[in-house]
């Protein structure tokens, strides 16, 4: 039985994500790894969070433009339910906008894992970059159509081209 309904629907047109992380391409490097990008946090309300650079968590506009895939949690993996997720959400924004973004440890996805930890989600205060990253890819749902190109686009011209110059070399 739920103990929280999601009353709040995603909704793609106005960029709304509740209990969601979510995820864009970064250029140029998700044109080369497309595992790699920028990752944030929505509140309830489906507000993004991101840490966008250093000593900057960015609202409602992030770094590297809208979403492309999101992932919406379970509420009920949240002991206290929604005012603990908007809590913990808010105090890593908190903690990330004093911080320095370095993009192999600690970064947008270091932050999404601060919140998912503070709140305890799914039981555990152990929430990584890396365990994200791949949680992300594995089971992360495209916006639509629209996210999928742009994330897999660049990177099938890129190899695309790269194998055609290798094969008339």
């Given at each position: ?22 995820w864009t391409p970064i250029p140029l490097i998700t044109w080369l790894l497309p595992f790699v990008g920028h990752m944030g946090i929505a509140t309830s309300q489906g507000i993004i969070r991101d840490f ?118």
């Open positions: 039985m739920d103990l929280e309904m999601n009353v709040t629907k995603i909704d793609y047109n106005l960029h709304r994500y509740p209990f969601c992380l979510i966008a650079g250093p000593y900057y968590v960015s609202e409602d506009e992030m770094g590297f433009g809208w979403p492309t895939r999101y992932l919406q949690l379970d509420i009920n993996k949240v002991e206290g339910g929604t005012t603990a997720w908007d809590d913990a959400v808010q105090k890593a924004s908190t903690e990330y906008s004093k911080r320095m973004h370095n993009l192999f440890w600690d970064n947008c996805h270091s932050h999404c894992g601060m919140a998912l930890s503070l709140m305890r989600y799914g039981g555990s205060t152990w929430w990584s970059m890396v365990k994200l990253a791949a949680w992300m890819f594995l089971f992360g749902k495209y916006v639509g159509f629209s996210g999928f190109i742009k994330t897999w686009l660049p990177f099938v011209i890129i190899l695309g081209t790269g194998l055609a110059v290798w094969k008339l070399v």
